[in-house]
């Protein structure tokens, strides 16, 4: 009896077992809506359909998971854009190839990072376009179809990306109907969610500190100036941040060589920079300073993160103080009677400079990458936003005072032409200006056969609109929106039009004026300041090295102010001698100011339309002595007492 009750209770517990499996089975099965769908794929591909109608279902499938698999590369190659908004100005995004543009997610204090909604919909847009396409029905027109028009939904999900058919297409095989979007889904192994995530933390890591100047990347970019411009001895020279000296010759830069210095340290040191956390090589102790920590809450060593910045990519840099294109310290000289000349030179430069930072993301052989604009201001770091980016909704951050609700004004007009012909110009961009707030209102249309944008304004006093399109200079006019009436603006836009442009020296030596080429030790900067009301508007620039023909767009019936300055590539001896009423010693000097010009000149329409343009660089020669040298810098005062030579010369 004990024995037949123990094996009694044993079956028992054996069928309640096989129960509760069977009941947990059966839950979970209902629960998991994935795995539901797996296994009605495999019934209607192997069991139910007949053996044909399985051709349909893995030609689509395997047709939207190429398409899907292309669209997720593009999307991380385009910083999480397919489609790239035609809207976007060039300050906007970086093209980094000649085929690609991707736009910035930080650039001046504007923060755009696109959210998962937009990947998301830009993804289907992608494939719903492609499939519709290249998935056609025509190998299968034995079978019919209620509909062959193919509609997906797209979500991004921690580990990959799920794309699944939502077309409502039935397929009617041997007079049974079968609905493909029970059975079609395609999957993408890529953590595209992961990476994504993580390219926010770097974002907000950057803006984190950004307010007092500890931004990782703006702080490793002015390390890295601060460190280059103390070696003296770096074939990459560029001008000390901070320095003092007793020279009474102190070194001299010219600004194209250090721009081209600054884009090659940049260039050479910024991939090493690394990410606490991540994937890192170690690059050493030379490179513990390019270091970026408290980025992530946990560690992501399976994703690998670099950074590089091309030299072919742009950067805005300006130098201070500088004589035009030549960056020169101040030196203080005494002279005291019987005592050699005392000179105490500081070198005290400040840098502003703008570029991009291309952020890269790699897991499992994925890229997803983004740029940042990196943006110093008088050796300072100039990013000025606040607040993080939320990694759940990722709306566009925007001012208030371009909110579309502080759109208050009358309505203003804005009609657009073409300066030269007087022809109707579309797709000029209208921004608006007040002190340190901007937002692009929209873009001129042709509307009733004019080219206009109607709209109100937000509300400004002393305000300014600028008018923009790729190939025209900029037009600029004051606008006042608080308590005005309805305005109406007509923006002539002037064209840029190129010409071949060539420089020519004059030489003024002892009374004797001659005109040559330029030598082949020699290099002359040419500097076309767009003046408006006697200001400094826009700067276009040309270097001349050796002799040659150069191209330069320039804008008709425009003021320009000419700046051109004339260096020796080629080492001198000064010998001793006095200035003023003090002996200086014999010194060697490189890259001095040989001469150059300082005036303004007017571009007519007619002007323009010739083929080239001569301009002419004025020189006293190698100075002799410390007085042609110390004179050589006045560039003004040499301009003026020769304005009759220094008339641009069009043929």
Not at 23 to 43: C, H, K, P, T
Not at 326 to 338: A, C, E, R, W, Y
Not at 399 to 418: A, H, M, P, W, Y
Request: proline letters at 4%; glycine letters at 6%.
């Amino acid at each position: 009896m004990i024995f037949w009750g123990k094996r009694g209770q044993m079956t028992l517990f054996i069928i309640a077992g096989i129960v509760i499996l069977f009941a947990a089975f059966f839950i979970g099965y209902l629960q998991n809506e994935n795995f539901r769908q797996r296994v009605e794929s495999q019934l209607f591909g192997v069991s139910v359909v007949p053996e044909q109608a399985k051709g349909v279902v893995s030609y689509i499938n395997n047709c939207i998971e190429n398409i899907a698999s292309d669209g997720v590369e593009l999307l991380g190659f385009q910083g999480g854009y397919l489609d790239v908004p035609n809207s976007l100005s060039s300050r906007e995004y970086l093209q980094p190839d000649p085929l690609s543009k991707v736009p910035y997610w930080v650039y001046g204090n504007k923060v755009v990072v696109p959210s998962p909604g937009q990947m998301e919909s830009q993804l289907k847009s992608y494939i719903d376009r492609r499939a519709n396409v290249e998935c056609d029905f025509n190998a299968f027109s034995d079978y019919e179809f209620s509909s062959e028009q193919i509609s997906t939904n797209v979500k991004i999900s921690d580990g990959g990306i799920l794309v699944n058919l939502d077309s409502d297409i039935d397929v009617n095989i041997k007079d049974s109907v079968y609905s493909l979007d029970d059975y079609i889904s395609a999957s993408i192994p890529v953590d595209l969610s992961l990476l994504y995530d993580l390219a926010v933390d770097i974002v907000n890591r950057e803006m984190r500190e950004g307010k007092i100047g500890r931004a990782p990347f703006e702080l490793a970019t002015k390390e890295l100036i601060a460190s280059h411009s103390k070696d003296e001895n770096s074939r990459l020279s560029i001008p000390p941040i901070g320095k003092l000296d007793f020279s009474c010759n102190p070194k001299t830069w010219l600004m194209e060589n250090v721009k081209e210095n600054i884009k090659e340290i940049l260039s050479d040191n910024m991939r090493f920079l690394r990410v606490e956390g991540a994937g890192n090589l170690d690059y050493g102790e030379d490179y513990v300073n390019l270091f970026v920590d408290d980025v992530f809450s946990s560690e992501h060593l399976d994703v690998g993160i670099d950074f590089n910045y091309n030299k072919e990519w742009p950067l805005f840099l300006d130098i201070y103080p500088r004589n035009g294109r030549v960056l020169k310290p101040d030196t203080l000289k005494i002279g005291l009677p019987f005592i050699s000349l005392f000179c105490t030179t500081t070198y005290n430069f400040r840098y502003t400079l703008r570029y991009p930072l291309m952020v890269n993301l790699e897991n499992d052989g994925f890229i997803f990458r983004f740029p940042i604009e990196v943006f110093i201001l008088d050796n300072y770091a100039g990013r000025d936003i606040e607040g993080d980016v939320s990694r759940v909704s990722f709306a566009d951050i925007e001012s208030e005072f371009c909110n579309k609700g502080q759109r208050l004004s009358e309505d203003i007009n804005i009609v657009t032409i073409d300066a030269t012909n007087r022809q109707p110009l579309s797709d000029v961009q209208v921004m608006y200006v007040c002190g340190v707030n901007n937002c692009v209102i929209g873009d001129t249309k042709l509307e009733s056969g004019e080219v206009r944008l109607n709209s109100k304004f937000p509300l400004c006093y002393n305000g300014e609109i600028r008018l923009s399109k790729e190939g025209y200079g900029e037009f600029t006019q004051e606008l006042t929106t608080l308590n005005s009436k309805s305005t109406r603006i007509f923006g002539v836009m002037k064209p840029f039009i190129e010409k071949e442009i060539e420089l020519r020296v004059i030489d003024l030596s002892d009374g004797i004026t001659s005109v040559r080429e330029l030598n082949e030790n020699e290099i002359a900067s040419v500097q076309f300041n767009i003046l408006e009301n006697g200001m400094i508007k826009n700067q276009i620039g040309v270097v001349f090295e050796g002799d040659g023909i150069e191209k330069i767009e320039l804008l008709p019936e425009q003021e320009y102010n000419i700046l051109i300055n004339l260096v020796l590539n080629d080492k001198v001896v000064i010998p001793k001698g006095k200035y003023g009423e003090q002996e200086i010693p014999s010194q060697e000097l490189e890259n001095i100011l040989l001469g150059g010009a300082d005036f303004n000149a007017y571009t007519s329409e007619e002007d323009l339309m010739k083929d080239k343009i001569i301009i002419f660089a004025l020189s006293n020669g190698i100075p002799k002595n410390y007085q042609d040298y110390i004179e050589g810098f006045d560039m003004k005062a040499l301009s003026e007492l020769n304005q009759d030579k220094l008339e641009l010369r069009f043929e």
